[in-house]
Structures are given as structure tokens and as C-alpha cells.
């Protein structure tokens, strides 16, 4: 056993017992990890309400050397999610953002950069960020940093560069953009425009740490190509999909 200290982000907690919690913690450190919080649930307990949902915490875990859960011994919260202050809106986009890095880091391996991402991506729905347009840069920078984003450059089956036509074939199981040569072997294939496909590559680039406006008329198409993206990556349908629509009609998209 071995004792860490980190900071963490909040992305779940469940009833242990009449006293206790299990949390899923995304750590700066350590990675996504699951911990007994003893005591949690108790009213003047040792967390002193630290542990709501994407709350941001400074915390202590005894890390366990088998299969036993880890121990979170002390958390200390920083800056607590404050979207549900601002509208359901808000909130809904806080437990998809919860959800996703659940399904998608299945590892105990550290991602600093993740880590980093949510934290950006977070305070952005804390205060006056496009809501649907964060989303969709959060769907797109994670699975870019885990290796999983969509090809937007070159054919997928045979690696020859695409040409870009008015409208272009991506493949839901190959990883990306097709060929029209290479088409016919593919199973599952959308045909999306050119100019989604430039949004998908420029929302993916390292390089860009703030979420952009997404124009009106590529939102929809984008949204749904990303929704089928990663239901074929993560193997279901991931619950908060079915609330993405709402989140996005208040929303000014110039």
C-alpha cells in the first residue's frame, strides 16, 4: 500500500453503505480511480461536502495493491461546479462531460492532459461558454489525446489522400473519412459535408485550448456523426446522449 496525494475531479458516488460512499475520481496524478470514502455520507462527516459531483478536490488515497478498492482518506474541495446555479442546461452538460470520461478512460494510466481538458472545459459551463459548442470540442479533443479521434485527412482502409468533395464518406467502424474506391467495403458509412469534416479536424487539433462557435447549419450534422462515432467506440449508447438536443436549442450558434 502506498499513500498519494493529488488533485481530483468528482465523476461519481454511490451508496456504500448507511455511512459510505464509492467515488470515481479523475486525479491529476493517477488517473480515473474508485475509492471508499468512509464516512462520507455521515452529516458532519470528514469531507465536509466535498464529494458532489465534478467537484474539483485536493485529496489523500491509500492505494491498494490487489483488486480491493482504494481508500480515500481526506478531500478538501477547491472550487465546487457551480452550472447548476445557471441553468439544467448547464448541468446536463456537466454529467455528460462526467459520463464520457467514465466509459472512455477504462485504465488507471495517468492523463494529465485530460485532466487539464475537463478543467477547462468545466469552468467554460461554470460561466458564460457556448454549452453544445463545448461539448462537441470536449467529444473531440479526448478522443484525440487517447488516440481515438476520427481520420479527417486520409483514407482509412487504403491511406491514399482524400479528395475533398461537396460531400464525403465516413466510415463509423473504419475510424473516419473513405475513399469512394475503398467505400463499398465498408459497413457502416455516413456521408457528411466538407465543411463538417474541416470543423471535426480544427476541433481536434491540439493546439486549441478554448472551445470555438460552431455554425448553425454544421451543428446538427456534426453532432449526430459524433453521437454514432462514439457509441461504436464505447459499445452502447451513452445515457446523457439522449439530452444533447436540449442543451443546444437556447444556444446562439453565430
Known amino acids: 500500500m502506498s499513500t498519494e496525494q493529488t488533485t481530483a475531479i468528482v465523476l461519481r458516488a454511490v451508496e456504500f453503505s448507511e ?13 480515473q480511480i474508485s475509492a471508499i470514502a468512509k464516512g462520507a455520507r455521515r452529516p458532519k462527516g470528514p469531507f465536509e461536502g466535498s464529494l458532489d459531483l465534478l467537484a474539483v478536490c485536493r485529496v489523500v488515497v491509500i492505494r491498494k ?52 481538458l475537463t478543467i477547462r472545459v468545466l469552468q467554460n459551463l461554470d460561466g458564460d461558454g457556448l454549452v453544445a459548442s463545448s461539448l462537441a470540442y470536449f467529444d473531440l479533443q479526448i478522443l484525440k489525446k487517447l488516440g481515438q479521434a476520427p481520420e479527417t485527412e486520409s483514407c482509412t482502409d ?18 473516419g473519412v ?47 456523426v459524433l453521437n454514432r462515432y462514439i457509441q461504436n467506440i464505447v459499445g452502447k449508447l451513452p445515457r446523457m446522449q439522449a439530452f444533447l438536443p436540449m442543451m443546444a436549442k437556447n444556444e446562439i450558434i453565430a
Open 65 to 116: 495493491n490487489n483488486d480491493t478498492l482504494d481508500l480515500l482518506t481526506e478531500a478538501k474541495l477547491h472550487r465546487r461546479f457551480r452550472g447548476a446555479d445557471r441553468s439544467l442546461e448547464r448541468l446536463y452538460a456537466g454529467y455528460y462531460v462526467a459520463e464520457m470520461l467514465r466509459l472512455l478512460l477504462v485504465d488507471e494510466a495517468p492523463h494529465p492532459e485530460i485532466y487539464d
Open 178 to 224: 473513405v475513399c469512394r474506391a475503398c467505400r463499398p467495403r465498408q459497413r457502416a458509412i455516413v456521408m457528411i459535408h466538407r465543411e463538417t469534416l474541416q470543423l471535426i479536424s480544427q476541433l481536434q487539433d491540439p493546439l486549441l485550448l478554448v472551445p470555438i462557435k460552431i455554425p448553425n447549419p454544421i451543428y446538427g450534422e456534426l453532432r449526430s
Open 158 to 175: 487504403c491511406g491514399s489522400k482524400m479528395i475533398l468533395d461537396d460531400r464525403i464518406p465516413f466510415a463509423l467502424e473504419g475510424g
Open 19 to 31: 455511512t459510505s460512499l464509492i467515488v470515481t475520481l479523475l486525479t491529476k496524478d493517477l488517473g
